[in-house]
């Protein structure tokens, strides 16, 4: 079994990260850090400290009313994609620890499309 990092948790939720194929488990918040641990495998988990993160990314749809997944940037790994029961709660829990300035919402279809059209026209 692997050891967490936290010493107190703030928040335990089911939830599904998205790396090459879905996997499903909980997700816990605590004092020390963000991590996954899957439902199946005890192995396969993903332990996050809060001095690692650099940004949240959340998915925003129809004005804030619904958040279908969140990511979470690291400053030295990468981003890892999450999706989880009650989002609102999650990114509440996270925004105690990370600064709220580095909690930003993606691009939307149609911000995409315009800088690439952009970026085409730019070229040429």
């Given amino acids: 079994m692997v050891q967490s990092l936290n010493t107190k948790v703030d928040l335990v939720i089911d939830a599904t990260v998205f790396t090459g194929f879905s996997e499903y488990g909980k997700i816990m918040i605590g004092d020390k850090g963000f991590e996954f641990y899957n439902s199946r495998d005890s192995r396969k988990f993903i332990q996050i400290p809060w001095e690692e993160v650099d940004y949240v990314i959340a998915s925003v749809l129809l004005k804030g009313k619904w958040i279908p997944r969140y ?4 400053k030295k790994n990468g981003t890892y994609t999450f999706s989880s029961k009650e989002p609102k709660k999650v990114l ?4 105690e620890y990370v600064d709220p ?18 970026s085409i026209f730019k070229k040429k």
């Fill in 71 to 74: 990511a979470i940037r690291t």
């Fill in 92 to 95: 509440r829990a996270v925004r």
């Fill in 101 to 118: 300035s580095h909690m930003v919402s993606s691009l939307s279809f149609f911000d995409v499309v315009k800088q690439s059209l952009k």
